[in-house]
């Protein structure tokens, strides 16, 4: 069922190939050169939407209005609504269809709509959606939109710039490691033309999202919905564009994000660089309402008031104007089409149109840090379940020390948390010392400007940093009651005087700082000392162990410092079995070590072998009382097997590849779970 918003759409009979490998293909070889428009011809889009993206799909229609003054759009529906909807709203320049009028003809389609959720299936949609128009009707090249792009200028640049190429993309102009996990090209804004090249690149496209095509990041098979893939179409096809223009496709990740860029106004247009603004991918925004929007960023938009006021504002003007006119053409209920979450509650970028303000809300509560890597990773979710056990007001951010950590823990989705790649961290500094240093000690290098990237860049009052294989059995409140009024806090060691001398007398595995100079002062000390000298050789006559040796220097050269000497703050198998003789009990359900509760434990120097068997400190034979395994090790164990089996639970995940790497023949305290 379509509609015919305009008669210079006219609908041509099917030509589509049938095989055995592809089902879907259209025949590149039958094109027909008379179905080519004149060369002064209509600009081709198309896109596809469900409900939840009306409103931005006629902001979208409404901006090639404003820009283009010979254009036509291909809308398919993927759901009832949405069509019902956009067929009453009189868009002369657009041919308004269904999904079903696709499926009809793509039974692989159909087969595997079911097992895919809405968003993944329509990535899977997008070759078939162009595939559709360019076989269907009196065209021969045309540019699929997502539905959020928004046009600020004539659109007839990317025609001109894709000229004669079968193919026309659009990179992602984002740092190298998104381009290697979600690859170096958008598929937000992507051109076919009707030519052999052209068509044998889409139908390639479309099998391989028939294959795959999942939101969950898969860097073992280079992976990522739809959008992955593009990486390999100029290398296996020929004749394709990949646009120059910084103006196409510009995104929060390419000029929000990215400091360097330079943006301008002339003549009342943005530009980026030199280049007029074009188009503008307008993700990760929610519309509650004709007032209420909600933004996913993580940079504060107010600092740039021409992002804010002449890229976002006019957006969100154009929004609450296709919200008027659904009202007043629509004579049915609209309240599906709008996010169905309170404005208020969201935790990102809130808006009001006409009198924009962009606040990044500060979450009340906790902020905790830490690094975790593929070996930790399993220790990493234990951290942040303790977490979530015993404290309900926190957010958790994790540096990823690798894509494999990065992409499994994107892939879970676990609240509060905030992921952050190793490699926004990194600068040149960092990165000349990288090479000489194993995971662990450049983890410890990193520990500091982990901090520093987190207190500059997100809006938090304090930082807790905690090792990946901490782990909280009561709320931290003693923590932070133990902290106030002061800069920084520091956690006795509690160990011999020798033991000191070697590996220093405060913990660099928990260690908290404010946002304030003298912290900034503390924490670029730590981390220049961290890039001149960090190894986990000890050398007690410099005063040098990894990044904790130095610890004890900032009470001698650093002000307002709180030294934390609770006995179930940090405790650890160094402090408590091995250094000292502490009396292990518990109290209505609570663990006391003497008359202290314990808070957070240290779980250092244990190996993980499989979801049951474990060495429980691996540097040398210790004696564990039983009450320190039946109330400490084994619920940590117990949370460390249901961390294992979650990861399990999850696509395209070799568990194995988790576990310590040492063998379990040279286990020094080995301990197997009971099944």
């Not at 041509?12 to 094109?31: F, M, P, Q």
């Not at 004539?154 to 992602?172: A, G, R």
């Not at 209920?333 to 149109?353: G, R």
């Not at 961290?425 to 400007?449: C, F, G």
């Amino acid at each position: 069922m379509i509609l015919h918003s305009n008669t210079k759409a006219e609908k041509l009979s099917t030509n589509i190939r049938i095989n055995e490998s592809n089902n879907y293909s259209i025949n590149a070889d039958s094109y027909n050169d008379k179905n080519k428009l004149p060369a002064n011809k209509t600009l081709h889009f198309c896109t596809l939407l469900g409900k939840g993206y009306v409103f931005k799909v006629l902001a979208l229609y409404s901006s090639l209005e404003q820009h283009s003054k010979n254009f036509h759009i291909w809308i398919c529906c993927i759901d009832n609504k949405s069509y019902s909807i956009l067929t009453n709203m009189n868009l002369i320049n657009a041919t308004v269809f269904q999904v079903s009028d696709i499926e009809n003809a793509e039974l692989e389609l159909v087969q595997i709509k079911n097992s895919r959720k809405e968003n993944q299936y329509c990535w899977t949609l997008k070759p078939f959606v162009i595939n559709y128009v360019l076989n269907n009707y009196h065209v021969d090249s045309i540019i699929y939109c997502d539905s959020d792009i928004f046009f600020f200028s004539d659109p007839s640049v990317i025609f001109d710039e894709w000229s004669d190429y079968s193919v026309f993309i659009c990179p992602q102009r984002d740092r190298d490691w998104v381009h290697r996990l979600y690859g170096k090209y958008q598929a937000g804004l992507i051109g076919f033309k009707k030519d052999k090249n052209g068509l044998e690149s889409l139908n390639w496209w479309g099998k391989k999202c028939i294959e795959w095509c999942s939101s969950y990041l898969d860097p073992k098979n280079e992976r990522w919905g739809d959008q992955k893939y593009l990486d390999k179409i100029p290398l296996l096809f020929s004749s394709v564009k990949i646009s120059q223009n910084l103006g196409l496709d510009a995104a929060p990740w390419n000029i929000v994000y990215n400091k360097k860029i330079n943006i301008s106004i002339k003549d009342n247009i943005p530009y980026i660089e030199n280049y007029k603004l074009v188009a503008y991918h307008f993700v990760y925004i929610s519309v509650f309402n004709d007032t209420g929007y909600s933004i996913q960023t993580l940079t504060d938009l107010s600092t740039s008031g021409i992002i804010k006021n002449m890229i976002y504002l006019p957006y969100f003007k154009s929004i609450r104007t296709a919200i008027k006119n659904v009202k007043d053409n629509v004579n049915e209920n609209i309240n599906i089409l709008f996010k169905d979450i309170n404005a208020k509650k969201q935790k990102n970028i809130y808006s009001k149109i006409y009198n924009l303000v962009f606040n990044k809300n500060k979450h009340k509560g906790y902020y905790f840090c830490t690094l975790t890597s593929q070996q930790y990773i399993i220790r990493c979710i234990a951290l942040y379940k303790s977490l979530k056990n015993t404290i309900n007001n926190f957010n958790l951010y994790i540096c990823c020390m690798d894509d494999i950590s990065f992409s499994t823990l994107q892939n879970m989705s676990l609240k509060n948390v905030i992921l952050i790649h190793v490699n926004d961290v990194e600068n040149n500094e960092l990165l000349k010392v990288k090479h000489n240093r194993d995971i662990q000690e450049y983890s410890w290098t990193m520990k500091a400007p982990l901090i520093l990237y987190v207190l500059k860049n997100f809006n938090v009052d304090s930082i807790v940093y905690c090792d990946s294989d901490i782990f909280f059995f009561k709320n931290p409140n003693k923590i932070f009651n133990q902290w106030k009024g002061h800069d920084i806090f520091l956690c006795k060691q509690r160990v011999s005087n020798d033991y000191a001398r070697f590996h220093g007398n405060y913990q660099a595995g928990l260690i908290g700082f404010r946002n304030n100079k003298n912290c900034y002062d503390i924490l670029k000390w730590w981390k220049q000392k961290c890039i001149e000298w960090c190894y986990s050789s000890a050398q007690p006559e410099l005063g040098r162990w990894g990044d904790q040796k130095y610890l004890d220097k900032l009470p001698m050269l650093f002000s307002n410092i709180k030294i934390i000497n609770h006995l179930g703050i940090d405790a650890a198998a160094w402090n408590l079995i091995i250094h000292n003789n502490y009396k292990i009990h518990t109290k209505y359900n609570d663990v006391y070590i003497e008359n202290s509760k314990l808070i957070v434990y240290h779980f250092g120097r244990m190996e993980i072998f499989n979801d049951s068997e474990f060495d429980l400190w691996r540097l040398a034979i210790l004696k564990f009382d039983k009450n320190i395994i039946d109330n400490i090790y084994i619920p940590y164990l117990n949370e460390i097997k249901n961390v294992i089996n979650e990861l399990k639970s999850l696509e395209g995940i070799t568990i194995e590849d988790f576990y310590d790497k040492e063998s379990i023949k040279e286990a020094k305290n080995f301990y197997r779970l009971n099944k």
